[in-house]
């Protein structure tokens, strides 16, 4: 989750510049250069109709040998354009009193195959001739070959118009969906009430497990907060597997510390205790703590100021069965508070982020010798870092095998960063895309060929669906945005884990996502199930699930949810990898 102290400067454009002119001065510029305008070029079909029965209408864009003109925007201000602009009529055939009881609107997107062509995109209502959206882009060597437009409450007739800005031999393809929901409420019907008591062994059934909305995936067990140490809200989530007894745990933090629950049998699970926050008085930040394990200790972060890094030894759970008070078994004090750590397994450094220390990039910590953490150095020439992962590089890029690479959510970049040598860190690239609004979380494909990015507040900032940034990330030092998977629900997108065909999402009120990566080389995913944590609706706010662990070898999937507490889920038929 965004730290409240960083919204301040969640929409900075550090290394992003945006071609801006507003519709008086295109117009200005369109009388003075133009004069009257000739009719403008048809795509094909030149026409669409969306409905909520036909939700998409897609159309293949004109093929341009070279861009338009010097002034952005110019010969495309209004619904005749010019020759150069290509036109497609969209027609929504909606009512616009459909719109009082439901969210939503249409999202216009175009795409074209090499990032260094940059198209705009412009749309116009046709009755009144108001612009109502446009999409021109940013610096082409961003890698970014798209752009959106969304139109909320969309009703009538729209002209959408592509102008060929900056292009060399290329063609687009335009696309309009459609995207209607209840204002409370799912389809079918809302769940009940989150119970206020545990659930245990409860199967998806007609769409509901108990009062969750679920498909493809069973509700094993359910522990609110109360039943784990009246912990206050929920946060991250993490998972343990003892290699010497095969138990499954989960660590869940919350406000107040870091719960422990074994998880091995799955409609049984029992809670161990909680390790106290290493700073107890709770501040503004308390409800933000974070966990990961390296050779069996956990490591805690929070962004409580003084709380440091705190190490566990998990093995101390071997044999529990009664909760208990634990206490930490070593501190790393030196960056205060974190937002977030995240840890190499393999090479045995962790690294914390959105610290104050190091610019607010990566924090690197030696944690080889599990209770003796030491500073290894910092990762600063891009700022602020929301979240990373960190991994011996094994992908398709065989100048950079071997490498120690961090792949960082920078806010509004995804930034590829070399930390093999931690004195000499080397920055590879930075990636944007074009509705960057606060660039959150991501996780790489286990063939190492792409990056799913969630953007924590694209949702709410442009009014999308869920959306997923499927990044190519086979070149290390020139990614490029493959695709956008944008879900069914408005709901904002918060952590997402891969494990094999599968992808993991806590996406707040809209619960956990699974989507499979068989269409990811078109730029797509295709959801298989979902468990929603929140049955009242999946609005764009801030409830409900806020992360998930789905690396446990029996299948067992544990999601944290902010004010219900502990799901622990068992997915089924096609959700299953």
């Known amino acids: 989750m965004m730290s409240p102290h960083r919204v301040a400067i969640a929409s900075r454009e550090s290394g992003r510049w945006r071609r801006r002119v507003t519709p008086l001065a295109v117009g200005v510029l369109l009388v003075g250069l133009l004069g009257s305008p000739p009719a403008s070029v048809a795509a094909t079909p030149s026409e669409g109709t969306v409905s909520l029965a036909q939700r998409a209408v897609a159309w293949d864009g004109q093929h341009y040998a070279a861009g338009s003109a010097v002034f952005p925007g110019a010969t495309c201000a209004v619904p005749t354009g010019s020759a150069v602009c290509d036109r497609f009529e969209l027609t ?24 260094a062509d940059d198209f705009d995109l412009h749309v116009f209502k046709q009755d009144s001739g108001e612009q109502v959206g446009q999409s021109i882009g940013d610096n082409p060597s961003s890698g970014v070959a798209e752009e959106r437009v ?10 959408v118009l592509v102008n060929p800005y900056s292009v060399t031999d290329s063609a687009y393809d335009g696309r309009a969906a459609l995207h209607s929901f209840k204002k409370t409420g799912k389809p079918g019907g809302p769940g009940g009430e989150v119970p206020d008591d545990p659930l245990f062994d409860v199967g998806c059934e007609r769409g509901l497990a108990g009062p969750f909305p679920c498909r493809n995936v069973d509700l094993a067990a359910y522990l609110p907060l109360s039943a784990i140490g009246d912990a206050g809200a929920g946060n991250d989530i993490w998972g343990w597997t003892d290699p010497q007894t095969g138990r499954e745990y989960a660590l869940m933090g919350t406000t107040s510390g870091t719960a422990f629950v074994d998880v091995t049998e799955p409609t049984k699970p029992a809670y161990l205790g909680m390790l106290p926050s290493h700073q107890p008085v709770e501040t503004l930040f308390a409800s933000w703590r974070d966990v990961k394990v390296y050779r069996d200790h956990a490591y805690v972060v929070s962004e409580e100021p003084l709380h440091g890094m705190q190490v566990f030894d998990l093995t101390r759970l071997r044999g529990v069965t009664e909760p208990r008070s634990w206490t930490e078994d070593a501190h790393y004090p030196l960056f205060g508070g974190a937002h977030n750590v995240a840890v190499n397994e393999a090479t045995g450094f962790a690294y914390a982020v959105g610290t104050a220390t190091c610019d607010g990039g990566p924090h690197m910590v030696d944690i080889r010798d599990p209770r003796n953490p030491a500073f290894a150095g910092c990762v600063g020439e891009d700022g602020y870092t ?30 590829i960063v070399d930390v093999t040598d931690k004195a000499n860190p080397v920055q590879l690239s930075r990636a944007t895309y074009g509705a960057a609004s606060y660039t959150h979380h991501g996780s790489l494909t286990e063939d190492g060929r792409y990056f799913l990015l969630n953007d924590e507040l694209d949702e709410q900032t442009f009014g999308f669906n869920t959306s997923t940034y499927i990044l190519d990330v086979s070149s290390l030092t020139d990614p490029e945005l493959r695709g956008t998977h944008v879900a069914d629900t408005p709901a904002i997108d918060h952590n997402l884990y891969v494990k094999g065909s599968r992808v993991y999402e806590a996406n707040y009120r809209a619960g956990l996502r699974i989507l499979d990566t068989a269409p990811i080389k078109s730029g797509k995913l295709h959801e298989v199930g979902f468990f929603d944590v929140y049955p009242a609706d999946d609005a764009a706010e801030f409830n409900g699930a806020w992360s998930n662990y789905p690396f446990f070898a029996s299948g067992t999937v544990v999601v944290s949810g902010i004010e219900q507490g502990l799901f622990v889920l068992r997915p089924s038929g096609a959700a299953v990898g």
């Not at 909606?94 to 990032?115: K, L, Q, T, Y």
């Open 386 to 415: 929301h979240d990373t992962q960190a991994v011996v590089y094994d992908g398709p890029d065989t100048r950079f095998t071997g490498r120690e690479i961090l792949f960082n959510s920078n806010e509004d970049t995804l930034t």
């Open 150 to 159: 969304f139109i909320s409450a969309a009703s009538g007739v729209y002209d």
């Open 92 to 115: 929504v055939d909606v009512d616009s009193a459909h719109w009082d009881a439901n969210r939503g609107g249409v999202e216009i997107s175009i795409s074209w195959p090499d990032p």
